[in-house]
Structure formats: structure tokens, C-alpha cells
């Protein structure tokens, strides 16, 4: 008898446990339930409309897309001469120099350049293919080839230094470039397809 007893006894217990669980858990749903549908005051306060916009670094320049020299049948000692203008389009003002260095060759150059002595000149009031009124300020290159120029000047970094370092939008700066075919037989039948850039960085 006494076995029996405990057994039933375990057994209650056993079930309230379970009972008391469930209780529990109720409660618990029931508090969850409450708390997440209490209702509350709120506001909220914004600030729209705002833009944000860049401002521009811009060179540009006067040859119309034609090309500075397209010169044919050149003999030894001839020189080819002519000038452009290059202007700061942009709306930044705080910039570094500009500064002017060789692009990529014209996919018909055989190698001219080598033969192609260079004088670059910065001056004022020069326009595209129209020297007359240019004055020279400062020689920036001399005493080179183009192929030198093109070999030492390739970037930014490397670039000649033009002295100028525009204040405001619309200033601009002439430039005078001279080619003087050297007097030597390796070059003739050649051709040379050099390409001048200048450019400027903001500060």
C-alpha cells in the first residue's frame, strides 16, 4: 500500500509541475501581449530639401577639335610653328598648377619625334593657329625632342610645369609650340603623331 501511495504522490506532483509550467507561460504571454500594445505618445521633427553639389575642374582649349600641326613634305632645318589658348572652365577655386605633358602618339606615328627638336613657350594673347600677337613669358621646354619630351613628360606629376595656376573661372593662357626638323637622314619618310595635354588638379 505504502508503494501505491508513493506512486500516486509522484505522480501529482508530477502534474502540478506541469500545470504550474503552463501558468507560467500564460502569464508571461499575457504580460508580452500588454507591454506591446500599451499605447504611447510620439512626434518626430525633420529637416529636408537639403542639396548637396559638386563643384566642377575644367580646362579647355581653342583649336575647335582640328589638330595644331598637320604638316606634309617637312625637309631638314624647316620649322613648323603655332599657338593656342587654354582656358579654366571650372567652378573650383582652390587648384593646383597646371601642368602639360605628351598623351599617346597617333596610331600612324613611325617615330619622328626623335628627329623633332621642341620649344614650348608660355605667353599671353595668343589664339589657335594665330601667333601673331603672342609674347613670350617664360620657356617651358627646350632643348629637347619631342621623343624626350614624350618620354619624360606622361602624367600628371611628371609634367612640365606651366607656371600658371588659374585664379577664376573663364582665365586663360597661350602657349606657343615650336618644331624644328633636325638635319639628318635617318628621317626622312617618317611620320610623328605627338599629342600635348595639359591638365589641373583641384588643391
Do not use: H, K
Not at 36 to 64: E, K, M, P, Q, Y
Amino acid at each position: 500500500m505504502r508503494i501505491g501511495a508513493n506512486a500516486i504522490s509522484s505522480s501529482s506532483r508530477a502534474s502540478m509541475s506541469r500545470m504550474a509550467t503552463v501558468l507560467l507561460a500564460v502569464m508571461l504571454v499575457g504580460l508580452l501581449t500588454l507591454s506591446g500594445s500599451r499605447a504611447a505618445f510620439s512626434d518626430t521633427t525633420s529637416n529636408v530639401n537639403n542639396s548637396i553639389v559638386t563643384g566642377t575642374v575644367t580646362l579647355i582649349d581653342d583649336d575647335t577639335g582640328l589638330a595644331m600641326f598637320s604638316v606634309t613634305d617637312m625637309a631638314p632645318l624647316d620649322t613648323a610653328i603655332n599657338c593656342i589658348e587654354v582656358e579654366y572652365a571650372g567652378s573650383l577655386s582652390s587648384l593646383n598648377p597646371v601642368v602639360l605633358y605628351a598623351g599617346a602618339n597617333g596610331g600612324g606615328d613611325t617615330g619622328l619625334g626623335t628627329y623633332l627638336d621642341l620649344t614650348i613657350e608660355v605667353g599671353n594673347t595668343a589664339t589657335f593657329n594665330d601667333c601673331s600677337s603672342f609674347s613670350a613669358t617664360s620657356t617651358i621646354v627646350s632643348g629637347g625632342t619631342v621623343a624626350d619630351f614624350a618620354a619624360a613628360n606622361t602624367d600628371y606629376v611628371s609634367g612640365a610645369a606651366t607656371g600658371w595656376t588659374p585664379a577664376a573661372t573663364g582665365e586663360t593662357q597661350a602657349f606657343r609650340i615650336t618644331v624644328a626638323l633636325q638635319d639628318d637622314n635617318a628621317a626622312q619618310g617618317l611620320v610623328g603623331q605627338p599629342t600635348f595635354t595639359w591638365e589641373i588638379q583641384s588643391n
